[in-house]
Structures are given as structure tokens and as C-alpha cells.
């Protein structure tokens, strides 16, 4: 985790030295509210190294993020960007029998991404983009008999972005609307007991994030 999230310090260091030289750097301010659609696996692993697995599909998944970054334009046709974001996440339980209503998380994140770019109009283009994020934050399980459990989680996130679109609105200013957001997630769950260790898969249908860009 330390040397993926040097790397993406690295890599933006490079970025913001080129884009100095050459004048195509940008401001970036990020906002996406998601009600999507998520299939979590979790794995619980205790002292005598069992396991049990626990999978659900869940149509109303809420998450809230907001963001700052940096843009470079590599080209007319592609941009890389680095954002540092807060990430809240609420995830109910739909299966009856379950002792946890729910779980959330609240986290900070470091989020590396490439986006291309194709013109439609003069001030309209197709932007599908490619990101990986890495997370850390809070992690609390509501239960129903006993009281909520609250620790922490580390987490990995891969998204592509298939549906979204780049409006200029001047040399300065342009926006990005991700309209379709397909992500896979890997969080593990530090229980604060020797004898629980939990990690989950979360597979992700997304939308409507909006980045805001400014030129420097």
C-alpha cells in the first residue's frame, strides 16, 4: 500500500513539472452522489484459520465523494489526472436472517487516472476513462444484537468509465459528467480481535460524478 501510494505521488510530481513547462495543467474540483447497484462477498477468517463467505446483491448502495485534484493533458486526446478525495459509503442488508443491518465507511483516497478524449462538437467530447484508487478510513457493522463494531479498512478500487463526456465551456473551463461507472473493490477489514479477519469484494454499477476542471 505505501509504495502504490508513492508511486501516485511520484507520478504526480512528474505530471505537475511538465505541466508547469508547458502550460496545460488543471485545477480539478470532483463531486459524485451514487445510488448504485453492488454485489458484496465478504470472507470471515477466525483463529483456527475457518472460513465462511457471506454474498448479496444490493439495488440501493448510497455513496457520497467530493474531491481535489490536478489534470495534465498529454495531448488533445488524453488526459491524466491525480485526485485526493473523501468517500462516504452506506451499504444495506437484504438478507433477513443477517445480524448486521448494514455497514459504512468513511475514507480518504488517492485516485491515479487516464481518460481519452474524442471530439463530437466543438465544445463536446466522448471521455471514457480508466482510474485506480486507494483508500483508508473507517469501517462500522450495525447489528441488530449487540453493539456496532467500528474499526478500520484499507481498500483498492479499479473503475472504468465507458459513458462519460468533456464539455468545454472556454479555454479555461471545462467540465466532465461520468454518467456509467463499472468498479471492482477489495477492502480489508481490520476487526480489532486476534481471532476475526474480514475481507470483501464489492462489484459496483455507478454514475453521475461530475469534475469541474480550471486552467492554471
Request: proline fraction near 4%; charged fraction near 10%.
Given at each position: 500500500m505505501k509504495k502504490c501510494i508513492l508511486f501516485a505521488i511520484f507520478f504526480f510530481s512528474m505530471a505537475l513539472i511538465r505541466?508547469?513547462?508547458?502550460g496545460d495543467f488543471t485545477f480539478d474540483l470532483s463531486a459524485a452522489i451514487n445510488l448504485g447497484t453492488q454485489n458484496v462477498t465478504t470472507r470471515y477468517t477466525n483463529e483456527y484459520n475457518l472460513t465462511s463467505?457471506?454474498?448479496?446483491?444490493?439495488?440501493?448502495?448510497?455513496?457520497v465523494a467530493a474531491g481535489l485534484g490536478f489534470s495534465?493533458?498529454?495531448n488533445d486526446n488524453c488526459r491524466i489526472s491525480l485526485l485526493a478525495y473523501v468517500n462516504y459509503n452506506y451499504?444495506?442488508?437484504?438478507?433477513?436472517?443477517?445480524s448486521v443491518y448494514g455497514?459504512?465507511?468513511?475514507?480518504?483516497?488517492l485516485a491515479p487516472k487516464v481518460t481519452g478524449m474524442k471530439r463530437i462538437t466543438?465544445?463536446?467530447y466522448w471521455a471514457p476513462?480508466?482510474?485506480?484508487?486507494l483508500e483508508y478510513g473507517n469501517y462500522r457493522e450495525e447489528l441488530s444484537n449487540a453493539p456496532n463494531i467500528e474499526t478500520h479498512y484499507t481498500g483498492v478500487q479499479m473503475a472504468?468509465?465507458?459513458?462519460?463526456?468533456?464539455?468545454?465551456?472556454?479555454p479555461k473551463v471545462s467540465m466532465t459528467v461520468d454518467i456509467i461507472s463499472l468498479a471492482h473493490a477489495f477492502h480489508d477489514i481490520k476487526y480489532q480481535t486476534v481471532s476475526l479477519h474480514g475481507t470483501s469484494n464489492v462489484l459496483k454499477f455507478n454514475g453521475a460524478s461530475v469534475t469541474l476542471h480550471l486552467l492554471l
Open positions: 505541466a508547469q513547462q508547458q463467505y457471506t454474498s448479496q446483491d444490493i439495488a440501493l448502495a448510497k455513496n495534465y493533458f498529454l451499504t444495506p442488508t437484504v438478507q433477513t436472517t443477517s455497514t459504512s465507511t468513511v475514507g480518504f483516497g466543438d465544445w463536446l476513462s480508466v482510474e485506480f484508487s472504468v468509465n465507458p459513458l462519460a463526456f468533456d464539455m468545454r465551456f472556454s
